[in-house]
């Protein structure tokens, strides 16, 4: 019991200096929040979309980890594009927490007879807010009594605000979609330590998608996708499909870190009238170490089309995997 309760304290200790130090997560694209990363998408589906995700890492280790954003996008073709808006927060153990707040514009061209380039932008603004009650730090650990020492490390719980933007690009041509972003263009300082080093890098992010359809009347549809995302020495592959009909598919993601980690991700969409609804369990395949849990994070939201938008001959509507 004690080891357990040892190797538990270790893992929460990684993991919330690794993001106190400003490192990154990197868990896998979801298509439900595009936007947030990729402005380009800002408008992409035409009409109005409201969406909410909701993520919970490592569960049922108690460590309290969580992640929630809101986001709403939609065609204006007064602007020749589309516009978005969206709130993130990610709650560490109540330890850290970082606020999100960010908008997002996108113009949508028709380059060719088939061939159509959402170019966008996004700026956001965020706070983190850090209680440094519950930092334990690893000189804080004793052998056999815990965390009870004293750390010569001094984490302050003085909040921080930051401006962050990003930039993105999205080509569609008839069956196919493939998307491009770089985030952190501010290369900004969520710890405020003023090192370089702790600075979040760029962010790049590719995939590529496409849609096809099979059975009796194509009622049956495959959509396969490949992505990549890289920030500094960090990097992040995978591939995947989601299979299904109008009213219900189901995905799985197969992801590979450049530590070695390997994550499953498989899930359940069904959608309702004006409604998406989704469901996804990662589990760890493969650890870089040997106190990575076997369930890595459970995710669910809801997209909802608030409204359609008259759709005219150069707009291209986009339907993105449901995963």
């Known amino acids: 019991m004690m080891n357990l309760k040892k190797i538990s304290l270790l893992l929460l200790i990684i993991l919330v200096r690794y993001a106190l130090f400003s490192q990154e997560d990197y868990q896998s694209v979801g298509f439900q929040s595009l936007v947030t990363f990729n402005p380009a998408a800002a408008g992409a589906e035409a009409e109005g979309k409201l969406?909410?995700?909701?993520?919970?890492?490592y569960p049922g280790r108690g460590f309290d980890l969580h992640k929630m954003s809101v986001s709403y996008d939609v065609f204006i073709s007064g602007l020749h594009?589309?516009?978005?808006?969206?709130?993130?927060?990610?709650?560490?153990?109540?330890?850290?927490?970082?606020?999100?707040?960010?908008?997002?514009?996108?113009?949508?061209?028709q380059a060719g007879r088939n061939i159509f380039i959402n170019a966008g932008l996004s700026a956001a603004i965020q706070y983190r807010g850090i209680n440094p009650s519950r930092i334990v730090m690893p000189d804080q650990i004793?052998?056999?009594?815990?965390?009870?020492?004293?750390?010569?490390?001094?984490?302050?719980?003085?909040?921080?605000?930051?401006?962050?933007?990003?930039?993105?690009?999205?080509?569609?041509?008839?069956?196919?979609?493939?998307?491009?972003?770089?985030?952190?263009?501010?290369?900004?300082?969520?710890?405020?330590?003023?090192?370089?080093?702790?600075?979040?890098p760029r962010k790049l992010t590719l995939f590529a998608t496409g849609s096809f359809a099979t059975g009796n009347n194509n009622m049956l549809y495959f959509k396969p996708v490949v992505f990549l995302d890289m920030a500094g020495r960090n990097f992040l592959a995978g591939t995947g499909v989601t299979a299904g009909t109008e009213t219900i598919s189901i995905n799985a993601l197969l992801t590979g870190f450049n530590d070695g980690q390997v994550n499953l991700r498989t899930g359940l969409s069904i959608r309702i009238w004006r409604g998406l609804f989704y469901y996804n369990y990662c589990?760890?395949?493969?650890?870089?170490?040997?106190?990575?849990?076997?369930?890595?994070?459970?995710?669910?939201?809801?997209?909802?089309?608030?409204?359609?938008?008259?759709?005219?001959?150069?707009i291209n509507t986009i339907i993105f995997p449901e995963m």
């Open 81 to 109: 594009g589309g516009v978005a808006c969206f709130v993130s927060d990610d709650y560490m153990g109540g330890i850290i927490n970082d606020t999100r707040v960010g908008f997002a514009y996108s113009y949508h061209l």
């Open 51 to 57: 969406r909410i995700n909701y993520y919970n890492f």
């Open 142 to 200: 004793d052998p056999l009594r815990g965390a009870v020492l004293p750390s010569a490390e001094n984490v302050t719980g003085k909040g921080r605000t930051i401006f962050d933007a990003g930039t993105g690009f999205i080509i569609s041509s008839g069956k196919y979609i493939a998307g491009l972003a770089v985030n952190h263009l501010a290369k900004p300082d969520p710890a405020g330590s003023g090192f370089s080093g702790d600075a979040l």
């Open 283 to 314: 589990f760890n395949l493969k650890s870089a170490n040997e106190i990575m849990p076997f369930s890595v994070y459970q995710s669910g939201g809801i997209s909802i089309s608030l409204y359609n938008v008259e759709k005219r001959k150069t």
